[in-house]
């Protein structure tokens, strides 16, 4: 299953790509696979990410777990405006 996710973030992009980028074994051993991210064209502070997961469910599981927590934290996600759209295949 595809999903797209979007957030905002507080210490900007380059920050928030650095830890994204450093976290991919987590992504992996979770069953997270991206397919792409980036920032919008006039607004380097919302990113977005797709990902291939397993299920929905399982996305959500791994995204409340307090380290995932913590590291999207680190990142400067602004964690309430994140947001989780499961794409139509």
């Known amino acids: 299953m595809k999903i797209i996710s979007s957030v905002e973030l507080s210490k900007g992009y380059e920050h928030w790509k650095s830890l994204f980028l450093a976290n991919e074994d987590f ?3 979770h069953g997270i696979n991206v397919l792409a991210f980036g920032h919008e064209e006039q ?3 919302k990113v977005w990410v797709c990902m ?3 299920s929905m469910e ?4 791994t995204v409340d777990k307090p380290e995932m927590i913590k590291l999207r934290e680190q990142a400067g996600a ?4 994140q ?3 499961k794409l139509i295949e």
């Open 43 to 45: 607004n380097k502070d």
């Open 78 to 81: 602004k964690i309430e405006t």
């Open 83 to 85: 947001t989780f759209v």
């Open 27 to 29: 992504r992996q051993d």
């Open 58 to 61: 399982k996305m959500m599981s």
């Open 52 to 54: 291939e997961v397993e």
